[in-house]
């Protein structure tokens, strides 16, 4: 590389950086609150964490920091912790996290997220998004009720104490939402920092609400959690669960990158890079990292180019919290729950619903099941249901679909499921080939079609009439 092109993609990232971090700031203090921590702690774990992820990862497109599906599973998962060590086992549960990943990572375990199949997925994140905007009523509200993990837990005390709502925090809460759907007349600018701003500027004016208040440690304490086996036996199953998601999200978001801009990525080097962020985000006090969806777009929307640009994020986040944290007293929980409760909404993705209920019943029905469960059992319960139910749809026998490869094109034969789909991929990537022949495809899920519409540079031709009517646009649009 050139000189002169080195010097263009170091102004890229650096204005990538800091934009990207303009998002990072409003979203890790709202997502730590969203868990059941300061805000703070969210700071903590968009500082060193995203460096690291920057210097060992291997996607310059995603954003590294705490995420909302994570926060969300976190304060659910832990809300039997008793309050006087919820902090303790909170960045316990993160150290879990990045030992399990690290776990994965030494022993090429990384396969085993795919065993959650799509319509799982999709059931948790549409349930968990749904828990997550009833969690922030409270904070909206001004009501102090006590957090639940299911939905009528969340739903029966705030019903009771419906009558002691705070006009005055319901009113900031308007305007921080206000500001917020601005976004839907024009994207671009960051209105979850004008959130913020407009929150703050309310307090320091005596607008009497709840807010962060003084934060005491800037510089986190350096140091490792306690990993008794007492400790660790209450938030062990948490901490694994969080790192299979966690994975599967960011896995996911990178390789769409990849394929958009025609590199690849390496499951064993992305294990490495999350579980190394994770650790050390427990190191210095912070919360569950991955990659997230909205900062991303935003991190390659921007122009991102290299990995520097997530570097130069953490650095704004870091310089922020050493030159600007007494300013960030002022920000009410109102702004930043408005921040959590419209993101989270943003994660309810009715039209993959229909997809689902339209060409794929047993995929709808494992859909159903996990959604259901998920709000009327909690998260971890609602799981374990799903995949129990899982083995019954789509009993664990591999029927390998036979690929081979003739005059550069891929003829594909059997049915393609969310695990078969994956080693299909593998060997497109490895080929570098871009038309595929499905004339002999006998079925595919919905997990599949998820998997192929990433691959956006891929002719998939000659597909069966009776696979191709229930296919996305995006596939059927293929010769």
Not at 393 to 400: K, T
Not at 442 to 452: F, H, K, P, R
Request: net charge neutral; proline share 4%.
């Amino acid at each position: 590389m050139s000189l002169e092109n080195r010097k263009n993609n170091l102004h890229a990232d650096i204005l990538a950086g800091m934009s990207t971090a303009v998002v990072m700031i409003p979203q890790a203090m709202a997502y730590a609150l969203l868990a059941g921590l300061s805000p703070v702690h969210g700071l903590y774990a968009a500082t060193i964490p995203v460096l690291l992820y920057g210097f060992l990862g291997g996607s310059p497109h995603i954003s590294v920091a705490p995420v909302a599906l994570l926060a969300i599973m976190h304060g659910v998962l832990l809300h039997h912790v008793p309050a006087e060590i919820y902090v303790e086992q909170s960045i316990l549960m993160t150290g879990i996290v990045g030992v399990c990943m690290l776990t994965f990572w030494v022993f090429r375990l990384g396969v085993l997220a795919r065993l959650l199949s799509h319509s799982v997925i999709e059931g948790f994140i549409l349930s968990a998004a749904l828990l997550t905007s009833l969690s922030q009523v409270r904070y909206l509200l001004g009501i102090e009720v006590e957090r639940g993990a299911t939905l009528w837990g969340m739903m029966s005390p705030l019903l009771v104490k419906i009558g002691s709502v705070d006009w005055t925090t319901v009113g900031v809460s308007i305007l921080c939402s206000s500001i917020l759907l601005l976004r839907h007349w024009r994207k671009g600018p960051p209105y979850a920092l004008f959130c913020v701003f407009a929150g703050g500027v309310a307090v320091f004016l005596g607008v009497e609400t709840g807010s962060v208040g003084a934060i005491t440690q800037i510089v986190p304490e350096v140091k490792v959690p306690s990993f008794t086996w007492e400790r660790v036996r209450s938030v062990a199953p948490a901490g694994i669960l969080i790192a299979l998601v966690a994975y599967v999200e960011s896995i996911a978001l990178a390789q769409h990158f990849a394929a958009k801009h025609r590199y690849r990525i390496f499951p064993s080097k992305e294990l490495l890079a999350l579980g190394s962020a994770n650790l050390f985000s427990s190191f210095v006090g912070g919360l569950a990292v991955g990659a997230g969806f909205s900062r991303s777009a935003i991190h390659e929307g921007n122009g991102a180019k290299t990995r520097m640009a997530g570097i130069v994020s953490g650095l704004c986040v870091m310089v922020v919290l050493l030159g600007a944290a007494s300013l960030l007293a002022y920000v009410p929980y109102a702004a930043l729950s408005s921040i959590v409760f419209l993101a989270s909404l943003r994660l309810v993705n009715l039209h993959r619903v229909r997809v689902l209920w339209n060409g794929f019943p047993k995929d709808f029905i494992l859909f159903s099941v996990t959604c259901t469960g998920v709000l009327l059992l909690g998260i971890e319960y609602g799981l374990g249901l799903a995949i129990i139910v899982q083995v019954f749809l789509y009993p664990w026998r591999r029927i390998p679909i036979e690929i081979r490869d003739v005059d550069g094109v891929i003829e594909i034969e059997g049915m393609l499921n969310y695990v078969e789909v994956h080693r299909l991929i593998e060997r497109i990537e490895e080929s570098d080939i871009e038309i595929v022949s499905c004339a002999k495809v006998s079925g595919i899920d919905a997990g599949a079609m998820v998997e192929l519409e990433k691959q956006g540079h891929v002719q998939w031709n000659d597909w069966p009439a009776s696979i191709k009517e229930k296919l996305s646009p995006a596939l059927q649009s293929t010769p």
